[in-house]
Nanobody
């Protein structure tokens, strides 16, 4: 059974930074894809960033240059470093894992962690 446990969310002022963590059990990130979705108030869930088993990363245009996804294979954990945060980044952030990058969103999900950016 796959379990993804997110941590690191919270309240931050605009321009600040947060780092989200996603610790996995039941799946090995180094041979699978990992990613982060978010869902803001009144918005659809969107893919923010993903990392393939080979370490290739992709980002939504809205976060390019500000967010960085990374992976620690020894800890089986995926991170999302978020810098220069904006109020529009306020959302619940969900960690996901799947057998390939194209299947992110159709695999396993974490419970979500709230990120609130104040202006």
């Amino acid at each position: 059974q796959v379990q993804l446990v997110e941590s690191g969310g919270g309240l931050v002022q605009a321009g600040g930074s947060l780092r989200l963590s996603c610790a996995a059990s039941g799946i090995i990130f180094s041979i699978n894809a990992g990613g982060w979705y978010r869902q803001g108030p009144g918005k659809q869930r969107e893919l923010v960033a993903g990392i393939s088993s080979g370490g290739i990363t992709k980002y939504a245009d809205s976060v390019k240059g500000r967010f960085t996804i990374s992976r620690d294979n020894a800890k089986n954990t995926v991170y999302l470093q978020m810098n220069s945060l904006k109020p529009e980044d306020t959302a619940v952030y969900y960690c996901t894992a799947a057998s390939s990058y194209s299947r992110l969103g159709f695999g396993s999900w974490g419970q979500g962690t709230q990120v609130t950016v104040s202006s």
